[in-house]
């Protein structure tokens, strides 16, 4: 489904104060936000379809999605340039077509010829650790990301979208860590992110050592989706919805929230507790909280300053 630029929903129960029949007025720093440029990007759509929302789609629907070395780079460009747009609050992550991610383009593993053993693995690292970094560009922006899985999403698509804060699929999602079939270990994120997302190290490693697939029912009952749509249209629709809500919210609770599950999940919890600490040290000195509790008692929607 194809989202349009200007379109904000709206729906019976207020999703921001509870009241009956009223749709949020946007902040003016918001509303006046003007869509992302595709024209940069060959394999992405990045567009605007709500005041504050920016929704990335994978845009190779006649590749199923691979990921090729173009597609390597803008999504990192795509991620890192969000990350640094003060006027996003909140991104969605979709792929075009009949699928999310068929997996990595295999010509992309290809390294930089060379002769010697030893530069030919120098350069593989090297572009191991880029692709790398491109998923870990989705986990360090401070704005929370929604995926939104329908259809095949496999091997390097999973590792995609493990990097996302909330994963959500339509019913006729499915998901494999298919690497080994390929005779390779999973190297951009899958083997570090998967046991904490599924809560079961023997889960985890039951899908990575025999790349079955997994349903969308399953992926739902291990907690490697927290909600399960129909179909894809219905999906977006209430994606907009959950990510336009969270556009109104505080920018640096959602960076703090953000940072601190991130952190949490690499740390002990005297660590962990410690980090947020620190964190709100300075960020409850700022005018977000008292906002917020203005906005909610006069019942009108917060009006936060840009980070």
């Known amino acids: 489904r194809t989202l349009a ?20 007025p946007m ?22 379809p709500s005041p504050g929302v920016a929704h990335v789609q994978l ?20 991620f890192k340039s969000l990350a640094d747009d003060a006027e996003c609050r909140a ?17 992309s593993l290809t390294p930089e010829a060379s002769h010697e053993p030893a530069r030919r693995g120098f350069a593989l690292r090297r572009q191991i650790l880029d692709m790398q970094d491109t998923f870990t560009a989705m986990e360090r922006c401070p704005q929370p990301t929604l995926a939104l899985v329908h259809g095949p999403c496999i091997g390097a698509g999973l ?9 959500w699929c ?25 046991p904490s997302a599924v809560g079961s190290s023997s889960l985890a490693r039951e899908l990575c050592f025999s790349a079955r697939v997994m349903t ?38 959602m960076a703090g929230t953000k940072r601190a599950l991130v952190y949490a999940r690499d740390h002990s919890i005297a660590d962990a507790l410690d980090q947020i600490a620190t964190w ?11 906002e917020s509790m203005t906005a909610h008692m006069q019942g009108r929607s917060p009006m936060h300053a840009r980070l």
Not at 174 to 194: H, M, N, P, S, Y
Not at 280 to 290: R, S, T, V
């Open 5 to 24: 630029p200007d379109s904000h929903p709206t729906c019976g129960s207020c999703w921001w104060t509870g009241l009956p029949g009223r749709a949020p």
């Open 27 to 48: 902040p003016p720093t918001l509303a006046s936000r003007r869509p992302h440029s595709t024209a940069m990007y060959s394999t992405l759509k990045v567009t605007t």
């Open 59 to 78: 845009a190779r629907p006649g590749k199923r999605n691979a990921i090729d070395r173009n597609m390597w780079r803008e999504l990192g460009e795509a």
């Open 91 to 107: 991104i969605m992550l979709s792929g075009e077509g009949k699928a999310f991610c068929a997996g990595i383009d295999l010509a």
């Open 159 to 167: 590792d995609m979208i493990l990097a996302a804060d909330v994963r």
């Open 170 to 194: 339509s019913d006729d999602a499915t998901f494999c860590v298919k690497e080994v079939d390929l005779g390779l270990a999973a190297d951009v994120g899958t083997l570090q992110r998967l």
């Open 216 to 253: 969308a029912i399953e992926a739902e009952a291990c907690g490697l989706v927290s909600r399960r749509h129909p179909h894809l249209a219905a999906m977006a629709e209430d994606g907009l919805r959950f990510c336009s809500a969270l556009a109104i919210r505080s920018p640096m609770a």
């Open 280 to 290: 709100n040290a300075f960020a409850l000195q700022g005018a977000d909280m008292e």
